[in-house]
Structure formats: structure tokens, C-alpha cells
């Protein structure tokens, strides 16, 4: 009925199968970024391992659930989650430290899709699918020269706000990406800090969108930007 804390120094490990459900609209702790809906508070490492037969649900209480039911899950050391579905929470997955996000879904998120600060942090983003939020899809800031953001083949659709945006990335990968019927799409690479790769991505039936690449900390940094195809919408 409440936030789930891990404490930092240790590791929370769910496999595959499991049905993480948070009651909805309710934290008798009263805690966390949202003080009035269940989140679970990873200070420590997370390991969320499903399978494609059998993944891992995070998601309401209610049998007609709506964005926004429940917070959403945040963790402060490295978080790995493989074939995980996150369904109607308030923020989706907030990260602070190194991130692998593959082959998983987030649905309906009431905000955010994946966000967070990633100062000395590696970020993957493969073969994933993010549907429906309300803000940004995916948004990572206050990296530094050992960071790194690479986000390939992964869906990004139906959502109020589907744009990417990426701030002092080191080592920027965005590659093989649909981004599809979103009200806006809009993709924007700032203050570079090392080469950038924005290839063979597919935008389509967007109602707006853009794609811009600006501004760096240091001089004769390779930017590669082909084989995009952008459609009307």
C-alpha cells in the first residue's frame, strides 16, 4: 500500500513471470517523487529478468487501469531489466546510474517514459517499445565524456510527447528506431561531448517533429546523420 525501499548497497533480483501490481493510488508512507501513488525506490541495483514466454509486469491494482495509477520505479545504481512491461504509472523508470533496457515494454506512463541523470553512466536502450506518455519518451541529462547514450531498433509510438532528448552525452548512438503517430517527435542532440550516429531511423504519422544536433564542449567531433526517413503524418 506503500513505497518499496531498497536500501543502497543492496540488489533486488525478479524473474521471469512475475506480477509486481501496486494498489492503486495509494502510499500510506507518503514518500518518494510521488507522494501520494506506490513506487518502488531502488537504492541500491536492480535486475528485473523476464523471458519473451514469461515476462515481468509492473503494473495497477485496478481491473480498468489509467495513466498515472501508481508512481513508477527509480534506482540510484545499476538497473537492468530485460523483457519487463511498466504499465500506468506516474513517471515510468527514472535512472541515476548505468541502464540496459532491452527487449521491454513501457505503456501509458502518466509522464515520462525513461529518464535521468547519467554523469560517469552508460545508457542502452535495444529492441524496446515505449506507447503512450504524456511528456517526454526518453530524456537523459548532465552526462560527462565517460558517458554514454546508445538507443537501437526500438519503437516509439502513440504518445502526447514522444521526443528523445539527450544533453552531455559522451559516445551518442541512435540507430534503427521507429517513431510513429505521436503528437510530436521531436529528436534533440545538445552540448556534445563525442561523436554522435543518428542512422537508419523511420519517422512516420507524426503530427510534429524535428531532429537537431547542437552545440558541443570540444571541436572536430564527428556527427554522422543518414538513411533517415521522415513521412508526413
Not at 506506490?38 to 480498468?64: C, K, M, N, Q, Y
Not at 529518464?115 to 511528456?135: C, V
Not at 565524456?145 to 528523445?164: H, Q
Request: charged share 20%.
Amino acid at each position: 500500500t506503500g513505497d518499496v525501499t531498497i536500501q543502497s548497497g543492496r540488489s533486488l533480483t525478479i524473474k521471469e513471470g512475475v506480477n509486481v501490481i501496486f494498489l492503486a493510488n495509494s502510499d500510506d508512507t507518503v514518500g518518494g517523487d510521488q507522494k501520494y501513488d506506490s513506487e518502488l525506490l531502488v537504492e541500491g541495483s536492480i535486475s528485473v529478468l523476464g523471458t519473451a514466454a514469461e515476462p515481468v509486469t509492473f503494473t495497477s491494482s485496478e481491473t480498468a487501469p489509467t495513466k498515472g495509477d501508481w508512481g513508477g520505479i527509480k534506482h540510484s545504481q545499476t538497473g537492468v531489466f530485460e523483457y519487463a512491461i511498466l504499465e500506468y504509472s506516474g513517471y515510468g523508470l527514472y535512472s541515476n546510474a548505468n541502464l540496459t533496457f532491452k527487449n521491454s515494454k513501457i505503456n501509458y506512463s502518466g509522464t515520462y517514459g525513461i529518464r535521468g541523470g547519467f554523469y560517469n553512466a552508460a545508457i542502452l536502450i535495444e529492441d524496446s517499445e515505449i506507447k503512450g506518455t504524456q511528456n517526454q519518451a526518453i530524456e537523459f541529462w548532465n552526462g560527462n565524456n565517460s558517458s554514454s547514450f546508445t538507443m537501437r531498433r526500438n519503437k516509439i509510438s502513440s504518445c502526447k510527447n514522444g521526443n528523445v532528448s539527450v544533453r552531455e552525452s559522451g559516445a551518442l548512438v541512435f540507430e534503427d528506431n521507429e517513431i510513429s503517430s505521436n503528437e510530436s517527435a521531436n529528436i534533440q542532440i545538445r552540448d556534445l561531448r563525442a561523436d554522435v550516429s543518428i542512422k537508419n531511423n523511420t519517422f512516420s504519422n507524426n503530427k510534429n517533429g524535428s531532429l537537431s544536433v547542437e552545440s558541443a564542449y570540444q571541436e572536430n567531433l564527428s556527427v554522422l546523420v543518414e538513411g533517415n526517413s521522415i513521412s508526413e503524418g
